[in-house]
């Protein structure tokens, strides 16, 4: 059974940085790209990131470039997602995703908050 | 950035009911890579269509997905209980990926 679990949200203050991992299991990791999706509280979904099967290419929608990290570690069948210099508007949660453009298996997510 | 917008955005209806969902791009989706998905509350999206029309593992066949270029349409033919959810469609034709605002299917 294909899982990914996500963790290391929480709450953090505008400008800090946390850094979220997602742990994949039932499938082979590195023949898949990953990515990350995340959704506001109550609002739609958005796409942030996404990464190749080999880490080579990384793709980050215009409002996170520069901020956000997207990596991969297959050995340890794992994904990341480095975040910094945060702004209230990253408040979301965050979902880690198979797949580089159709997302055919989600985690359950992980609940960032960005506020003073 | 393709804006894709979605139709209506509350659909109340009851169970048994057809239902009919439009996604309308703002150009021309490439080769009609475009997908949809159900979220039901609390819970992660799951995929129903890619590529407009292939249906994924385990969606049943009262779901159907059509359309192309920049009209695409999801229809389920007789709404089941755990239809009533919120549906959203994605194009990754062009970067960046993005989403519709999306369509919530409510017990009238």
């Known amino acids: 059974e294909v899982q990914l679990v996500e963790s290391g949200g929480g709450l953090v203050q505008p400008g800090g940085s946390l850094r979220l991992s997602c742990a994949a299991s039932?499938?082979?990791?590195?023949?898949?790209?990953m990515s990350w999706v995340r959704q506001a509280p109550g609002k739609g979904l958005e796409w942030v990131a996404n990464?190749?099967?080999?880490?080579?290419?990384?793709y980050y929608v215009d409002s996170v470039k520069g901020r956000f990290t997207i990596s991969r570690d297959n050995a340890k069948n794992s994904l990341c997602l480095q975040m910094d210099s945060l702004r209230a508007e990253d408040t979301a949660v965050y979902y880690c995703?198979?797949?580089?453009?159709?997302?055919?298996?989600w985690g359950q997510g992980t609940l960032v908050s960005v506020s003073s | 950035e393709i804006v894709l917008t979605q139709s209506p955005g509350t659909l109340s209806l009851s169970p048994g009911d057809r239902a009919t969902l439009s996604c309308r791009a703002s150009q021309s989706v490439r080769n009609n890579i475009l997908a949809w998905y159900r979220q039901k509350p609390g819970q992660a999206p799951r995929l129903l269509f890619y590529?407009?029309?292939s249906r994924a593992t385990g969606i049943p066949d009262r779901f159907s997905g059509s359309g192309s270029g920049t009209d695409f349409t999801l229809t389920i033919s007789r709404l089941e209980p755990e239809d009533f959810a919120v549906y959203y469609c994605q194009q990754s034709g062009t970067s960046p990926l993005t989403f519709g605002q999306g369509t919530k299917v409510e017990i009238k």
């Open positions: 990464i190749k099967v080999d880490g080579t290419e990384k």
């Open positions: 039932g499938f082979t990791f590195s023949n898949f790209w």
């Open positions: 590529n407009a029309s």
């Open positions: 995703v198979r797949g580089g453009s159709r997302f055919d298996r």
